[in-house]
């Protein structure tokens, strides 16, 4: 199968791990978005985003296993896993409660990715949580335990009449040698259709199986509002090793969006350069990364009926340069009944 990348001037496209995971990109984030009311659903927790924006469907325990693929001019190695699952489940009325808040359901999505390449070893988590509560609506959590270290941490929601979002991160700035100790969050307007790196990822998904062609989103990434096209392709066929299967191109196509020109108030200087601070934080570069460090374009190739996510690719940076990565399907686990592989040539 031959990838090729799409260009656009003034254009950035959208990081494959945290968009599949994002997957978190696999796949990347932050607000959880409705403007109807959440339905719980035999086949699945149900956002009703509003007329206006497509819903977003999270599955019920199910899990999909990926292998990681390295790709350069020298070597092509496995270089990691990647697992993405998601689930619903009563809601507990605290974390020490033992009943459950009058049988309402919240929706959980996760996005789990180890490897190592390079002396460098990755082993980040992605956890967003969907409930009914006004605030917060959506908790997404990132937690890097691996080379670097690094929490994240994105509450969104309705305060008042306005969707707001609340962002914090750690830092060793300040903290006792070894340790690393939170910033204190700072809140800002979001767009009311917004979702978060995962989030998205299940959004595409939904709209591929309900025969949507196009489909356009905001999502927020950490401080940042960005304008996702997600342009559906031709099928092809693409051989994972969970088999063969119809799968249409996805590619993602991001800009970043200038707050004021959605009518919401700037990220202050000041926050910029907080955020910056950190030698583990990136800013400024105008350039989408997803949270397991890939970025560059993003290109995914998803199942057709059932938008299943096969494979995902870009590109991830190393010290003498980017590298490819391939991430695809291996195995999955509670899949929909219509997930079902491509006869063999020998059948």
């Known amino acids: 199968m031959k990838m090729q990348r799409t260009t656009a001037s003034a254009v950035q496209s959208l990081n ?13 984030g932050v607000p959880a978005s409705a403007l109807g009311d959440d339905q719980a659903t035999a086949d699945g927790f149900v956002i009703d985003r509003g007329a206006e924006s497509a819903p977003l469907s999270i599955p019920r325990n199910e899990v999909l296993h ?47 990715a180890y490897g190592d390449y390079s002396l460098y070893v990755m082993d980040a988590t992605i956890h967003t949580r969907f409930q009914h509560d006004a605030w917060p609506r959506m908790i997404h959590s990132y937690r890097h335990e691996g080379t ?5 941490e994105i509450l969104t929601g309705v305060k008042g009449d306005a969707w707001m979002a609340s962002y914090r991160s750690d830092t060793k700035t300040g903290a006792p040698q070894g340790t690393r100790i939170w910033r204190p969050a700072d ?26 062609r196009n489909l356009i989103f905001h999502m927020l990434d950490n401080q940042r509002i960005w304008n996702v096209e997600a ?22 196509i991001t800009h970043e969006v200038a707050k ?34 890939l970025r560059g374009e993003i290109v995914l190739w998803m199942e057709n009926r059932t938008g299943i996510p096969l494979v995902i690719h870009g590109s991830m940076p190393m010290l003498l340069g980017e590298i ?24």
Do not use: C
């Open 187 to 212: 809140e800002f307007s979001v767009p009311a259709d917004a979702v978060d790196t995962l989030g998205a990822v299940y959004l595409v998904r939904h709209a591929l199986a309900r025969g949507e």
């Open 260 to 293: 004021e020109d959605m009518g919401l108030p700037p990220i202050s200087e000041a926050d910029r350069e907080a955020a910056s601070t950190d030698d583990e934080e990136s800013s400024g570069s105008g350039k989408f990364e997803g949270p397991f460090g």
């Open 324 to 347: 490819e990565v391939d991430i695809r399907l291996s195995s999955t686990e509670g899949a929909p009944a219509q997930f079902v592989p491509l006869a063999s040539d020998e059948d």
């Open 231 to 252: 342009r559906f392709g031709e099928l092809e066929v693409v051989e994972t090793g969970a088999g063969r299967f119809e799968a249409r191109r996805v590619d993602l």
């Open 148 to 152: 670097e270290k690094r929490r994240r």
């Open 16 to 28: 494959p791990l945290e968009a599949a995971l994002l997957f978190g990109a696999l796949l990347f």
């Open 66 to 112: 990926y292998d990681v693929r390295v790709e350069t001019a020298l070597i092509n190695i496995n270089a990691g896993t990647v697992e993405l699952s998601s689930g619903v489940e009563l809601k507990r009325p605290s974390l020490l409660g033992n009943r459950s808040a009058g049988g309402a359901e919240v929706g959980w999505v996760k996005a789990h």
